[in-house]
T-cell receptor
């Protein structure tokens, strides 16, 4: 089987930096994705890491260490609109099977 | 931009009813998915489809079936709705099953009474 662990809740101050961790156990690991979901909205794709290292997209970065079965999403210069749930998801088997999602981390950005 | 449209935003049905949830995508994606989202449980895969008339069970298929008669349309069917199927249902499509972005619809919140 497969499992993903991420914190259920994180609170951070506006303007700060926050890191949301994700550890996974799965066979045939292929890549790690991150999705954002605002309350009442649909999940939207943020990033994808297939190789070790850091991928940066604006204020958001995502990191993967395949040897540690670990990744994280880094959000910089936090804004109130970043308050949302964030899901990590693993791809397996050369990307030929559907993603398996973690249970999500609810990020609250406070003033 | 990919658009995934779910036919109903909110649905209330009675126990035992047959329920159809419809999903249409406009990007010619071969892969379509139905997820269920419950608080604290994340997104769980019910069924997916790689192509027309093709379907595969996901992690929680019991009590559900699907239909994919046309490439753009993927329907989720609750044969006999039960109260434990009260949930948010999310449809998604993608180019590849596991290594390209999933595009989600806005979801259908189903309440079974």
């Amino acid at each position: 089987g497969q499992s993903l662990e991420q914190p259920s809740e994180v609170t951070a101050v506006e303007g700060a930096i926050v890191q949301i961790n994700c550890t996974y156990q799965t066979s045939g690991f292929y890549g790690l994705s991150w999705y954002q979901q605002h309350d009442g909205g649909a999940p939207t794709f943020l990033s994808y890491n297939a190789l070790d290292g850091l991928e940066e997209t604006g204020r958001f970065s995502s990191f993967l260490s395949r040897s540690d079965s670990y990744g994280y999403l880094l959000l910089q210069e936090l804004q109130m609109k970043d308050s949302a749930s964030y899901f990590c998801a693993v791809g397996r088997n050369s990307g030929n099977t559907p993603l398996v999602f973690g249970k999500g981390t609810r990020l609250s950005v406070i003033a | 931009d990919v658009k995934v449209t779910q036919s109903s935003r909110y649905l209330v049905k009675r126990t035992g009813e047959k329920v159809f949830l419809e999903c249409v995508q406009d990007m010619d994606h071969e892969n379509m998915f139905w997820y269920r989202q419950d608080p604290g449980l994340g997104l769980r895969l019910i069924y997916f489809s790689y192509d027309v008339k093709m379907k595969e069970k996901g992690d929680i298929p019991e009590g559900y079936s699907v239909s994919r008669e046309k490439k753009e349309r993927f329907s989720l069917i609750l044969e006999s709705a039960s109260t434990n199927q009260t949930s948010m249902y999310l449809c998604a499509s993608s180019l590849n099953p596991g290594n390209s972005p999933l595009h989600f619809g806005n979801g259908t919140r189903l309440t079974v009474t």
